[in-house]
């Protein structure tokens, strides 16, 4: 944790210089890092210097389970030109990852066969299909509910992803895996939320080889491993869930709110025309039958139910209230969402 504050530090200052989508080279502006370094007084040439084996690394926080002087010993026997034998066939090489028990090295056995002009033909075979057994996976889904406000709502989809998955990891849950060469964890989240939207309604599947021995127990245990704002309401065991056509409701705080004549107007309305960019196109979509409601709380926010299906066009509860009420870019950036209920769509008869 020493590196967190001046890399934070670091972060914000480049931030504040106009460092924007770094990730792509037109956007990367190497001089516009350095100046904020030197703003923070951070000296950019110690954090490339070269390492001694006796040192921390800089990746060394990261549990990949190899040893830190097994990466010692392997680089000493690099830079001496020696090989390292394969441990799937030549024996265990004590790297640490494998335990040999949940996890171990796949050896997959050959078969001769006899091809129709004699030649011998040779195919790869599991060690389970050779022995006769196929191993049994247990499968136990469980549905993990949480919130996510604060500052968790600044982040993306795809770090959310990651830091669920290193929580799992602190925690021990023993995931389930896909198959194939680059198994993951069968884990599945709930739709990904805007940027910046806060939820009270989210919930991710987590699929377990051992059922969990404590339910109650482990909603406190697995919260101590998530970051302040993520946080488990509950944990159950998974049913079906519904994955087409929802209904889901936010309540937006906005600097303005519309009057309740002008959303009785607005709901009174066959249709709703209104032009939108998707993928840097404008596009024509029709809002009215995407709002299933619309009513001002009593706490004074607009409250807004969406109908979504999937391969449907959609709308943003933020995007729709600035269009339907013409609410200035300045307003609608310092709005906030609050996504506290989704459900499936019901039709009535």
Known sequence: MRGWMPSKKLLEEAWQRGARMDAWSE????????EAAVACGLELDGYLRRRETDEPLPWQHLGIGVR?????????KGLREEYTPDCRVHGCQQCG??????????VHRRKQEEGVSGAAATEAVPPEETSGKQPLRQHFVYKLTYSRLGNARLLSHLELLQVFFRAFSRA???LNFSQGFNPTPKVSFSPALPLGTESLAEFVLIDLREPLADLGGFVPAMNRQLPEGLVITQAVLAGKEHAGTMVTTYRLRLPELPAQEELDRMLAQESLPVVVMRKGMEKQLDFRPLIQGAALTAEGDLELSVFSAPGQPGGKPLEMAAKLFALPEEEIRRARVLKVASEPYLVND
Do not use: G, I, N
């Open 27 to 34: 956007h990367f502006d190497l001089h516009r890092w350095q």
């Open 68 to 76: 830190s002087d097994f990466f010692a010993e392997e680089y000493a």
């Open 97 to 106: 990852v494998c335990d040999l028990k949940t996890l171990k090295p796949v």
């Open 172 to 174: 021990k849950l023993p």
